[in-house]
């Protein structure tokens, strides 16, 4: 069959199972949108207010569904708004295809308008990206794209399209059951070339031997006082399951990265939540007493580490990952097992007793029991009453997004996110107005389920723009904004670090959050006080139950502080409490 371009793309993205994108059209991507609104009753297209957004909704989709997320900007301004989407997406292992309009073929390289080098510019973030100077190319590209989003260690991908090749036509030939080489996309097995498969060859097929895990099995039978450090690995292959069995075989207490949130249970007793710079008292002190660290699907960022040549410096590493460049890339590993994080537990766990003892004498839950002073401040409306009351209402089943600052710390602490996929937040790269745009994306990839965002004032003005994107697709969020006025963490390191010297960090302006959800026609609600924040939160759950968007600003104690904070550059044992 002879189709455009365009219309090549879009059955190619159909043909991948995808059925939502995200995006914002313009001149270089024309004939593009000319084929989704010919098809939109195959394939759904949402409309954001800014192409960064597009990224973040396509990231927070493939977060919550372990799906390849996809979107779409134009040429120039266009594709360059997608780049910090496509960083964070990068920085914390999420499939994602980023799709580009470009100046045509010829005009290539000559500052044509709207002309950027968008794969040159793109190139650190991506694992591979392509340009498409070839119409009969398309399908094939589309292919590898999704093949490389997916395998191995995930993360986004980028294909320019030239306006000509949109345009010209080639030959569309769907894909076939015969394949020389066994790779399933929506359920159906595609015809790829050599070079596809030494694309997908490079990106995950490397795989642990049975003395991998024996070595594995033999250190753990050695240990004493094991901890498991889990990531979010953990939650991309699948191994959740697993990892519980593990540790109880173990007896060892489970540490959670701030992505590995979601992949163990917090009520389960040998759970002992955030580890690293912000984590509780409990993870950081079994980190640094064990003399075992099983790390599962982690990759020691310095967010946990602090000083890595500090970091559980009495204990031997054994470290699980489908990446061999993550080992020994920040702390020195015993033992290392690459490959599919699900498939190594499995086998190791045929090689370990049904339970191990250990040394760990009553230390854990005395260590649980230390929290802070500061989370408990008497303060007329306190962080920590506005998350666990929204856990209350919410429940187990809810989607928990968040943006940047010190409400992301807060909710990680204390929301008890007790399923995989559940915690959407930006980790690696820590993106101010990463939140609506993510929490809008999940929300349309699981329409049954409750999604709340947690997001900050300083954060909430970067993104604020998609309540209009909630508002026209009926997408129902609840949005609780902690509002201190300041740009809270960044205070906060000034107030411990810099003598309360507070540049640039006071937000007293406007907007009013309130009216501006008005302006939006959304409900919005203020609460300075638990009486008035419940109040608020029962007004603003029944809107949501009615398929709106409700916004609750919470305002808050701008002093508040996210506490334990490790000191940089200092042991994580070592943690300012108040």
């Known amino acids: 069959m002879q189709y455009s371009g365009a219309r090549i793309l879009i059955e190619a993205l159909i043909e991948q199972g995808v059925d939502t994108v995200f ?68 920085m914390d292992s ?27 510019i793109t190139m650190p973030v991506v694992k591979h990206n392509w340009i498409v100077k070839d119409v009969n190319e398309l399908a094939e590209i589309i292919r590898e794209a999704f093949i490389v989003a997916r395998s191995g260690r995930p993360g986004p991908v980028l294909i320019d399209l030239p306006k000509d090749i949109t345009a010209h036509t080639g030959e569309w030939i769907p894909g076939m059951e015969k394949a020389s080489f066994p790779v399933e996309f929506a359920g159906k097995r595609l015809v790829l070339s050599a070079r596809a498969r030494r694309l997908a060859e490079r990106n995950g097929r490397l795989t642990f031997t049975g003395e991998d895990i024996d070595r594995a099995a033999a250190m753990l039978s050695a240990s004493r006082r094991p901890v498991i450090y889990a990531g979010g690995g953990v939650i991309i292959s699948g191994a959740c399951g697993e990892l519980t069995s593990l540790a109880e075989r173990l007896n ?12 163990f249970p917090p009520e389960h007793r040998l759970c002992t939540g955030l580890i690293g710079m912000h984590g509780t008292v409990a993870s950081n002190k079994a980190i640094q007493k064990a003399d075992m660290v099983v790390a599962a699907g982690v990759r020691f960022s310095d967010r946990v580490t602090s000083q890595a040549d500090k970091f559980a410096k009495s204990a031997k590493i054994l470290h699980f990952d489908i990446d061999p460049a993550e080992v020994n890339k920040n702390v020195r590993s015993d ?39 500061a989370h408990h401040r008497k303060t007329a409306l306190h962080p920590r009453f506005v998350i666990e009351e929204t856990a209350r ?27 995989p996929r559940s915690f959407i937040s930006s980790g690696g790269l820590g993106t101010m107005g990463f939140g609506l745009g993510a929490a809008i994306g999940a929300k349309i990839a699981n329409p ?21 994107t909630a508002k026209n697709y009926g997408v129902p969020l609840l949005i609780v904004i902690c509002n201190n006025r300041v740009l809270g963490m960044v205070r906060q390191l000034q107030n411990l670090f810099s003598e309360g010297r507070y540049a640039e960090t006071t937000l ?33 759950l029944a809107d949501v139950a009615g398929g709106s968007v409700a916004v609750v600003e919470a305002i808050v104690d701008q002093n508040e502080k996210a506490l334990p904070m490790v000191p940089g550059g200092r042991p994580i044992d070592e943690q300012i409490m108040t």
């Open 94 to 120: 999420v499939p994602l295809v980023a799709i580009t309009g470009n100046a045509t073929v010829p005009l290539l390289g000559k500052d044509s308008f709207q002309e950027v080098d968008i794969t040159g």
């Open 23 to 90: 995006g914002y059209p313009g001149g270089a991507v024309l004939f593009i949108y000319d084929e989704l609104f010919k098809h939109q009753d195959r394939i759904r297209h949402i409309l954001v207010s800014h192409e960064q957004h597009a990224a973040h909704a396509a990231d927070g989709y493939a977060r919550s569904t372990g799906k390849t997320g996809v979107c779409i900007a134009t040429s120039g301004p266009g594709a360059t708004n997608l780049v910090t989407g496509i960083a964070t997406a990068a």
């Open 508 to 540: 007293d302006r406007p907007p009013d959050f309130v009216k501006l959800a008005e302006a939006y026609g959304l409900p919005g609600y203020r609460a300075a006080d638990e009486t008035s924040f419940a109040s608020a939160l029962d007004q603003a």
């Open 252 to 263: 060892a207490p489970v540490a959670l990265s701030l992505m590995g949130i979601g992949a």
């Open 335 to 373: 033992a290392a097992v690459i490959g599919d994080l699900k498939a190594a537990l499995e086998q190791l766990l045929k090689k370990l007793p049904a339970r191990m003892e250990t040394e760990w004498n009553g230390e854990i839950n005395s260590w649980k029991a230390h929290i802070p002073k």
């Open 393 to 419: 209402r919410l429940g187990y089943d809810a989607i928990v997004a968040t943006d940047v600052g010190q409400h992301q710390i807060w909710a990680a602490q204390f929301y008890p996110v007790a399923r």
């Open 448 to 468: 049954s389920r409750p999604v709340v965002l947690f997001t900050g004032d300083g954060s909430f003005r970067m993104n604020c723009g998609e309540l209009a």
